[in-house]
């Protein structure tokens, strides 16, 4: 599990996003983007709403899994 705060919404979006890209990506890099899109809400908007961390992580998601994929 991340290392954010002890809020169950962040727990909530981790599970969705481990679910959602699953045998995409390993859970640690889940834990990772989710960590990194709070920690980058915070520093550019002050806060860091679940839904906006959701759509920052997802989308860091997406863009790894299309890097992987050209890889390939």
Do not use: N, W
Request: negative net charge.
């Amino acid at each position: 599990m991340s290392q954010l705060p002890g809020d169950e919404r962040y727990e909530q979006l981790e599970a969705l996003l481990r679910e959602e890209f699953a045998g995409v990506h390993p859970a640690a890099t889940v834990t990772r983007c989710v960590e990194a899109a709070h920690h980058g809400a915070v520093e550019v908007t002050g806060s860091a709403p679940p839904a906006l961390v959701e759509r920052i992580a997802r989308k860091h998601l997406r863009v790894l899994a299309t890097a992987a994929a050209e890889r390939k």
